[in-house]
């Protein structure tokens, strides 16, 4: 809603506002670009106009989505899926995505996944297994191990501190 406010109030009209991505009516905004990249700053967003980090940018929100949204649905490797959506060779985007984040793109899927186990087990509404199949792990042992490896921690010691240490999404 902020970012088509924006979008409005300088004379813009947006076809399609979403994740990471905004379709416009005009096809030319290079007079009003510096405001628009103003304004958008002031509310903590900022306009990609480089190719590298749109898809850098792209590919985040593939993999927030399937994480946040699409859960355990993915029946087929990240890296297929990623080709399939950006149509592009695996090889080159990891390799972009490794130079320009310096993490590899399944690192980034893996602490993503832990954000959303962490939140999941904030909630207390889940069982360990519950977590592992709606995130698509192949059993809870692994889900425990992976966790452990990346946080330090179990889930069952996390789940008793009863404290939020997620990390926010552009910390990641």
């Known amino acids: 809603m902020a ?16 994740l990471g991505e905004v379709e416009l ?22 306009l990609l106009d480089d190719k590298n ?3 850098i940018e792209r590919i ?44 590899t793109i399944e690192k980034y899927y893996i602490f993503q996944k832990i954000e959303k186990v962490k939140e999941l087990l904030i909630y207390d509404e889940l069982s360990l297994s519950e977590i592992a199949y709606q995130l698509n792990y192949s059993s809870p042992a692994y889900l425990s191990s992976q966790f452990k490896k990346v946080t330090g921690l179990t889930p069952s010691h996390f789940r008793n501190l009863k404290e939020n240490n997620r990390k926010s999404l552009d910390e990641i």
């Not at 970012?3 to 979403?18: D, Q």
């Not at 927030?64 to 985007?93: C, F, P, R, V």
């Open 3 to 18: 970012v088509r406010a924006i979008l409005e109030n300088i004379g813009l009209h947006p076809i399609h506002i979403g």
């Open 25 to 46: 009516e005009e096809d030319d905004i290079s007079g009003i670009k510096s405001q628009l990249k103003h304004e958008l700053q002031s509310i903590g967003f900022d």
């Open 53 to 55: 980090s749109k898809i």
């Open 60 to 103: 985040k929100n593939l993999i927030t989505e399937l994480i946040q949204t699409k859960n355990n649905q993915l029946k087929l490797a990240l890296s297929e899926y990623l080709t399939g959506e950006m149509n592009h060779d695996y090889s080159w985007l990891s390799n972009l995505f490794s130079e320009v984040e310096g993490i």
